[in-house]
């Protein structure tokens, strides 16, 4: 098994994933007895384990962690790293490198070519060094500092600022000094290149304080802290309240605290930072719950406010900054959005994100929204049902070009909102879904309604028992005209998605997913009245990419047609959990000449995919049959074998 030990070793945290290996498990904070058990586990008769430390920055008490070594009795350990490799080229080829790099370490000479001459290119470098070691850094958290700081000051507007970070970090990216993760939202920053950029940022113009020793209890002591721009401070525990400091430099602070129990700071504690134009607090499992120091309203120069993990009882008092531009709130829990709020009204991003279900959602004060004119984006998630005259506010705000609410009443779809011209990207959710199996028929009215959909990209439909059909009349060639991901799941009465007029609007589909649909037959079903020669006068799907359909026990193919189809763009098929399928089109052909992936199979290669299901459901049948077969002889086994014992017993 594999662990990391970082720069600042967690023991508990190497225990913890040493003992989940070897299916232990370890109770209680005591580090001590924690090691005695991990080292009784793995010195059991016949315990074969290779325990690999990686990222090993300084001396680890093996025998407190609980690894044994060789003073426990009959074990064995080998410990290996750095320049005991066995290989005697390695140091001669180290010294050649250092000689092409003309004695500079690597990674100087990698990251001053990456950020010659690009001054953001090197503050985005130097702000992500102040995220935790081995952490995924979030990129809009990025963007929020950058323009708290005034980085993209000269810049038009929002989306021009998230354009600029997006480009910045793909920079970084290509020279290799970032590292994408998984989610498209973060990126990572190697252990390596994060102490060098450390270490860059601890001298010149701006000089930042990373404290992340998780083992310190008090705040970090120096002797002076006049001389900081940038600070990040992350704490397990402290002692005492940290005092009053004189920070007159101080541009962005970042505290972490990784206590449970509430936490205040002290009421003068930010008066020696009246230059601070951005504050993150983050708090732990978001159960610390942290009173607002009555120092943070003179803050008169505050521009960013970033709230996470944190149980926030009442933040009127934000309602004092009104230079703040961004206030973010996520995994925060917060029961009202209090009327003050209103008075912040140079905010342009006003966001709160809040997933858990098991608290009332927040209330919004009435009058709130509507007095932030300059707001570009709003998204709130978590908030209690917004009615219509809640959207009523949103009129005002011409500037608005992001909006999303996770809960509207149904009287929103049927009222005429003058929302901003510059409207380009919003989610309205409407109707409690989650809850209520008997949904209101809220996506039969909006398309009964025939609102244009002219901008939308990403439709997703699940748990509606009431549509059988996506539409059940024909579509002007606009209204999906720019759907890029489309997503049905779980809608029990849908027996087919759609018909082919209405294909012929999608002309921009990458990306189809039917998950769950337990009642539909076919994907594309016969045009009524019309036969079925129309459907193939224009191509349908012409960009499909990736197409996914699982769980749908009742289909028997994707489409009914005599003539030859093309899917010129499909790269990647799944199809799981659909036993009646027994062929892509009925009748006719299916060709897709850019297909490289059929359920995750790289080897597979099929330029038809009629061939590729019927041979899948012969398999699957003649697979079914031999166990069926194999069933059947084991019971005939079985009978031939009570009837010898009952002939041998009368004998």
Same mark, same amino acid.
């Given at each position: ?11 508990? @945290? ?30 059991? !008769? ?53 000689? &092409? ?54 810049? &038009? ?11 910045? *970090? ?34 010149? /113009? ?53 206590? @449970? ?19 993150? *607090? ?32 009442? =933040? ?23 009327? &003050? ?31 932030? =004119? ?52 919003? $989610? ?16 039969? /009215? ?35 005209? !720019? ?28 990306? *189809? ?8 037959? &076919? ?38 047609? !005599? ?9 990647? =098929? ?20 850019? *297909?490289? @992936? ?39 086994? @079985? ?6 014992? $009952? ?5």
């Amino acid at each position: 098994m594999l662990t990391i030990s970082q720069q600042q070793p967690d023991i508990k @945290k190497i225990q913890g994933e040493i003992a989940a290996g070897v299916g232990l498990s370890l109770e209680g904070d005591d580090l001590l007895q924690r090691g005695d058990r991990l080292r009784s586990r793995l010195m059991q !008769k016949d315990s074969r384990v290779l325990v690999i430390l990686d990222d090993v920055w300084k001396k680890v008490d093996l025998k407190r962690v609980g690894i044994p070594s060789g003073s426990d009795r009959n074990y064995w350990c080998k410990v290996k790293a750095g320049n005991s490799a066995d290989d005697p080229s390695l140091p001669d080829i180290a010294k050649a490198v250092a000689k &092409e790099c003309k004695g500079l370490p690597l990674a100087i000479v990698t990251v001053a070519g990456a950020l010659k001459g690009s001054d953001e290119a090197k503050d985005a470098f130097l702000h992500c060094s102040l995220f935790e070691e081995d952490s995924n850094i979030c990129t809009k958290e990025l963007l929020r500092y950058g323009m708290g700081l005034g980085i993209f000051s000269e810049l &038009e507007n929002l989306e021009c600022a998230r354009n600029r970070v997006s480009n910045l *970090l793909e920079t970084l990216k290509n020279c290799f000094l970032l590292s994408q993760v998984s989610d498209k939202d973060y990126v990572k920053m190697h252990d390596v290149v994060r102490d060098m950029a450390i270490h860059i940022a601890s001298e010149g /113009k701006h000089i930042f304080l990373v404290s992340h020793n998780v083992n310190s209890k008090e705040f970090p002591r120096k002797d002076s802290y006049e001389q900081y721009s940038h600070m990040s401070i992350v704490a397990n525990k402290f002692d005492e309240r940290p005092r009053p400091i004189s920070c007159p430099r101080l541009k962005l602070l970042m505290l972490k605290f990784r206590f @449970k129990e509430g936490f205040k700071l002290q009421d003068d504690f930010f008066d020696g930072m009246s230059e601070l134009t951005v504050i993150s *607090l983050s708090g732990y499992d978001e159960e610390s719950i942290l009173p607002f120091p009555s120092s943070i309203q003179r803050l008169s120069n505050l521009s960013t406010f970033w709230l996470s993990n944190l149980r926030l009882d009442d =933040v009127s008092i934000i309602g004092k900054l009104v230079t703040l531009e961004i206030l973010s709130i996520r995994d925060s829990y917060l029961e009202e959005l209090p009327v &003050e709020i209103g008075n912040l009204t140079n905010l342009i991003i006003l966001e709160y994100y809040w997933y858990e279900g098991y608290r009332k959602p927040m209330r919004i004060s009435p009058g709130v929204l509507s007095r932030l =004119v300059r707001l570009e984006e709003l998204h709130m998630v978590g908030v209690e049902d917004c009615s219509y005259s809640t959207l009523r506010e949103l009129e005002s705000l011409s500037r608005l070009t992001a909006l999303t609410f996770d809960e509207c009443s149904e009287d929103v779809i049927y009222s005429n909102l003058g929302l901003s011209s510059k409207l380009t990207r919003y $989610a309205l959710k409407v109707g409690e879904v989650y809850m209520d199996f008997s949904i209101m028929k809220t996506y039969d /009215k909006i398309i009964a309604l025939k609102v244009s959909c002219p901008n939308l990209e990403e439709l997703c439909i699940k748990w509606s028992y009431s549509i059988t059909a996506l539409c059940s009349h024909q579509l002007p060639t606009a209204y999906f005209s !720019k759907l890029v991901t489309l997503e049905v799941s779980w809608c029990g009465k849908l027996r087919n998605l759609t018909s082919p007029s209405v294909v012929r609007s999608l002309l921009n589909l990458q990306r *189809l997913r039917i998950i769950g649909c337990q009642s539909m037959e &076919e994907v594309i079903t016969k045009e009524e009245q019309q036969g079925d020669e129309i459907m193939c006068n224009d191509p349908l799907f012409p960009r499909l990419e990736k197409l996914k359909l699982e769980n749908l026990p009742k289909l028997g193919h994707f489409i009914l047609t !005599k003539q030859a189809l093309e899917f010129p763009f499909l790269r990647e =098929v799944e199809i799981h959990k659909c036993p009646e399928m027994k062929t892509f089109v009925q009748q006719g052909s299916a060709s897709t000449k850019s *297909l490289k @992936k059929v359920n995750n199979e790289d080897k597979v290669k099929v330029d038809d995919l009629n061939e590729w299901i019927h041979q899948r459901f012969i398999s699957s049948k003649e697979e079914d049959g031999s166990k069926s077969e194999a069933s059947h002889e084991d019971g005939t086994v @079985k009978l031939l074998r009570k009837k010898m014992e $009952a002939n041998l017993k009368i004998q």
